[in-house]
């Protein structure tokens, strides 16, 4: 359990539907059949050695299962307190076996209180029943069910038995509760309280404090909204998208912090994402991407800041909204030992489909839109990292997840398999609220309808493709191949004059060999026939052999961004090699 913490693979079953009754029952039932036949086995050796010929072998038989499952329970309380592997076995390891120690402290006068309280050490428990059955039998008082409260020292068969069900009971609850209230790297831990809290046993509520409360939270947004859209870095959206916000059906996020000691990973992040787009984030290493789908998800506990969808806050519904998770995370989180299909129909359960049909045809569907068929029965560990990341894309998608948010998603794949991976999830964005991220700038500016740009854990830009670019854009750079042997000084000059001519706002950015590059402002498109057809004219006389022009790309804007230029206007003030201020003087 400590291993699947640590790991993040609970973590990750969870974020995808998971609850936790049928993850603590999986090991419950599994270890629970593992006593059953290890009790089974203990018995029968000692039936061959004659150790217990004076007992009841059945009621030997639940001492030794009873036992199990209160070491079972003890060890779940154990896996609760840690987070790392190895601190738990080797911690519970020595726990354990110093819980046998205070039975040689036990004397002939010790006190039936004093060994009732030492039974609440299960192996205490277990060695002072065995203690008191052999005592007997050495004695030939015969233990069975009518006479297992026979007292001896003190003590019973029957006490031993009570016991180390009340330890069962006890390490089981402690387990329950400790692991949902001791913070652990990976989750989101809950208050101390959260057995007293009403949402706690009926799930997502909605009275009329409540509703009171989301009323004002929306007018509160709304004015943020109208606020950050008269920043000119935020591009206002479509009403209908205002009106998602409205009934809540969108994702909001406000004021979103993550502090890691004095350092804000996240800081004051607000943002929403509208059903039916995908929405990339997008930020160099360390901007605070991963963080906040990490919060997102649960993975991570914020430090401030309010997260809701679909009417649901991710501090108190976060297991509802699960419900309706697909997470592919930055790292493949895969059981090794799985194969491609085993892998999905087990996700499509969590995701709360029961009909055999219904998975099958969803396994069947997700492992060709991921081109994985010759995989299907391959375990996860045999895997490319190609092919695993693949898989990790098709878990998230699977199982009707209306909200899905991929980190990095088609890293690690070929051109081929990023572009198949690319159409796949712009025809699966409908009725799902994507949040996508990713350092390949082509794969955003193909697939986001809505991007934002982060820096210092902040969003520095917000809006479209083309409103990114419009807003810090370099424009378009034109490029003029001149005929070998042409490269003087007087001869650059006539070509500048022509593009001063129908563009004054021109900035030449180099004039290298036989080649003359301009950088064209967006505003100059309306004069562009004009000028490419005075420049056509003009190729024989001025001696060009040919001319391109390119549009500025998603990866200028972003580096760009992060080099902290506010608008293409703070790009044209200086001239990257000085060759623009020298013709002008000329």
Request: aromatic share 10%; proline share 3%; net charge negative.
């Amino acid at each position: 359990i400590a291993t699947e913490k640590e790991s993040k693979v609970k973590e990750a079953m969870k974020m995808m539907g998971l609850t936790d009754t049928p993850y603590w029952l999986s090991w419950i039932i599994m270890y629970g059949l593992i006593y059953f036949i290890s009790s089974i086995g203990c018995v029968l050796a000692a039936c061959i050695g004659s150790m217990l010929n004076e007992a009841n072998i059945f009621l030997v038989w639940i001492i030794f299962f009873i036992y199990g499952l209160s070491c079972l329970s003890y060890s779940l309380f154990i896996s609760s307190l840690f987070s790392k592997a190895k601190t738990a076995i080797l911690v519970g390891v020595l726990i354990f076996f110093v819980s046998y120690f205070p039975m040689f402290s036990i004397t002939d006068q010790t006190s039936q209180a004093t060994k009732i309280l030492i039974s609440f050490l299960p192996p205490s428990a277990m060695s002072m029943g065995f203690y008191t059955l052999l005592s007997l039998g050495a004695a030939e008082v015969y233990v069975g069910f009518g006479s297992a409260d026979t007292m001896y020292q003190n003590y019973s068969v029957q006490i031993a038995i009570i016991m180390m069900l009340v330890d069962t009971v006890i390490y089981g609850l402690l387990a329950f509760y400790l692991d949902k209230v001791i913070p652990s790297q990976y989750g989101v831990a809950l208050p101390w309280y959260f057995p007293f809290t009403p949402s706690f046993w009926k799930g997502h509520t909605s009275d009329e404090q409540e509703l009171d409360q989301e009323a004002q939270a929306q007018i509160q947004e709304e004015e943020d909204r109208r606020r950050r859209a008269m920043d000119e870095n935020i591009e206002p959206v479509e009403p209908v998208f205002e009106r998602q916000l409205q009934t809540g059906q969108a994702m909001s996020v406000r004021g979103l912090r993550k502090h890691f000691g004095n350092k804000a990973a996240v800081d004051g992040l607000d943002l929403d994402m509208y059903e039916g787009q995908i929405f990339a984030l997008l930020g160099h290493n360390g901007a605070g991407k991963t963080t906040t789908i990490s919060m997102l998800t649960g993975l991570l506990k914020p430090t401030a800041g309010d997260m809701t969808v679909n009417n649901l806050n991710f501090k108190s519904d976060m297991s509802e909204i699960r419900k309706k998770l697909g997470v592919c995370p930055q790292h493949d989180v895969l059981f090794k030992e799985l194969t491609v299909e085993e892998h999905l129909r087990m996700f499509c359960r969590f995701k709360g489909l029961s009909d055999k049909a219904e998975i099958l045809a969803a396994v069947d569907e997700k492992i060709q839109q991921v081109d994985l068929e010759d995989k299907r029965s391959t375990p996860a560990k045999n895997l490319s990292g190609g092919q695993k990341r693949k898989l990790s894309l098709a878990i998230a998608l699977i199982g009707g997840s209306s909200i899905v948010m991929l980190d990095e998603p088609t890293s690690g794949m070929d051109l081929t398999a990023r572009r198949r991976m690319w159409d796949m999830l712009r025809n699966d964005k409908r009725g799902r609220i994507i949040i996508l991220t990713t350092h390949y700038m082509e794969e955003a500016d193909i697939l986001a309808d809505r991007i934002a740009i982060m820096q210092d854990g902040r969003v520095y830009c917000l809006g479209s493709s083309l409103f990114l670019k419009n807003r810090f854009g370099v424009g378009y750079v034109l490029v003029i191949a001149k005929k070998l042997g042409v490269a003087c000084e007087s001869h650059t000059q006539k070509v500048v004059n022509l593009v001063r001519k129908w563009i004054p706002d021109y900035k030449l950015l180099s004039d290298v060999s036989a080649e003359i590059t301009f950088q064209i402002p967006l505003s100059a498109t309306d004069k562009f026939k004009e000028f490419f057809e005075d420049l056509d004219r003009n190729m024989a006389p001025l001696e060009l052999l040919t001319y391109g022009m390119s549009v500025t790309t998603l990866e200028e804007v972003f580096i760009n961004v992060a080099r902290g230029n506010e608008s293409p206007d703070k790009n044209r003030k200086t001239s990257m090699l000085g060759v623009d201020s020298k013709l002008e003087k000329e």
